[in-house]
T-cell receptor
């Protein structure tokens, strides 16, 4: 079976750091993706991990441990515009998404 | 070519009517995917094509749903005899392969009344 778990909601303060965790169980693995989705809009690509370790891209970083079926997305120097849903997705042969984590950033 | 295009953006239909949505992928992308998303949930896989071949359909997809990609370019998703439970955002995405990021269109929001 396939299962992807992430927290439903998180809150944080502008300028802070937040870590969104994702655990997964899939029958195949070709990489783990993180997408950002603002309300009413399409998901947009943030990061891709296929090997263990940390990938850094500006204020956003993503970590993967394949042996533990675990990933996290780290957002630094939070801005109000970072308020959105963050979707963890695993690709066996197509993207399977978690339910998403709704992040609210407060001033 | 600036991205994945979906048409229409919004569709309101009466229960029992048929609706058809169109997706134009990025031209060099050979894979095309359809997803459905309801409020507070992540996108749910429906079906995907590699070129014109439909490679997989979700078990969640009833017989009322059909998708085509006749020439390996644009795709259509048809829902027959719509039900209120079909109300959702229908997202199309394209990519060049399994290990590459998907580019999503803006979606078609369907409301069945």
């Amino acid at each position: 079976g396939q299962n992807i778990d992430q927290p439903t909601e998180m809150t944080a303060t502008e300028g802070a750091i937040v870590q969104i965790n994702c655990t997964y169980q899939t029958s195949g693995f070709n990489g783990l993706f993180w997408y950002q989705q603002h309300a009413g809009e399409a998901p947009t690509f943030l990061s891709y991990n296929v090997l263990d370790g940390l990938e850094e891209k500006g204020r956003f970083s993503s970590f993967l441990s394949r042996s533990k079926g675990y990933s996290y997305l780290l957002l630094k120097e939070l801005q109000m515009k970072d308020s959105a849903s963050y979707l963890c997705a695993v690709s066996p042969d197509k993207l399977i998404f978690g339910t998403g984590t709704r992040l609210q950033v407060f001033p | 070519d600036t991205g994945v295009s979906q048409d229409p953006r919004h569709k309101i239909t009466k229960r029992g009517q048929n609706v058809t949505f169109r997706c134009d992928p990025i031209s060099e992308h050979n894979r095309l995917y359809w997803y459905r998303q309801t409020l507070g949930q992540g996108p749910e896989f429906l079906t995907y094509f590699q070129n014109e071949a439909q490679l997989e359909k979700s078990r969640l997809l009833s017989d009322r749903f059909s998708a085509e990609r006749p020439k390996g370019s644009f795709s259509t998703l048809e829902i027959q005899r719509t039900e209120q439970g079909d109300s959702a955002m229908y997202l199309c995405a394209s990519s060049t392969g399994v290990s590459y990021g998907y580019t999503f269109g803006s979606g078609t929001r369907l409301t069945v009344v």
